[in-house]
């Protein structure tokens, strides 16, 4: 009477054991997609209007660094505001950002810099 009790135990834990699918390779789960934050992805924009801003105003330079002086002095709410004006209407809050002191300073500090590696 023990025996078939203890056969279908032993069949029950063995059939974790076996390979539900044999033959076939495992599934692998889906790949998680990469979400660009929405402050990452406002802070790209406004970079591209303000690069673009810059190199209006100083046709011909490297405005990389400035940009990033702009970039770096500018709350995110302006960033947002600059991002949606786009190029059109970027002119004033760009110039307001790179009117601050520590802006000004940041500018100068790159504008230097260029002229040492030139």
Same mark, same amino acid.
């Given at each position: 009477?023990?025996?078939?009790? #203890?056969? *279908?135990?032993?069949?029950?834990?063995?059939?974790?054991?076996?390979?539900?699918?044999? @033959?076939?390779?495992?599934? =692998?789960?889906?790949?998680?997609?990469?979400? *660009?934050?929405?402050?990452? +992805? #406002?802070?790209? &924009?406004? !970079?591209?209007?303000?690069?673009?801003?810059? +190199? !209006?105003?100083?046709?011909?330079?490297?405005?990389?660094?400035? $940009?990033?002086?702009?970039?770096?002095? +500018? $709350? &995110? %709410?302006?960033?947002?505001?600059?991002?949606?004006?786009?190029?059109? @209407?970027?002119?004033?809050?760009? %110039?307001? #950002?790179?009117?601050?002191?520590? *802006? *000004?300073?940041? #500018? =100068?500090?790159?504008?230097? =810099?260029?002229?040492?590696?030139?």
């Amino acid at each position: 009477m023990r025996l078939p009790l #203890i056969l *279908t135990a032993a069949a029950l834990a063995l059939s974790g054991c076996v390979v539900q699918n044999p @033959g076939m390779a495992p599934v =692998a789960p889906p790949p998680v997609p990469q979400v *660009t934050p929405p402050d990452a +992805a #406002i802070r790209s &924009s406004a !970079r591209v209007v303000v690069n673009r801003e810059m +190199a !209006r105003r100083l046709p011909g330079a490297n405005v990389a660094p400035y $940009t990033d002086c702009v970039m770096q002095n +500018a $709350t &995110s %709410a302006e960033l947002a505001s600059i991002a949606d004006a786009g190029a059109a @209407g970027a002119g004033d809050a760009v %110039a307001a #950002i790179v009117g601050r002191p520590a *802006t *000004t300073q940041c #500018i =100068a500090g790159a504008a230097a =810099a260029a002229k040492r590696a030139a």
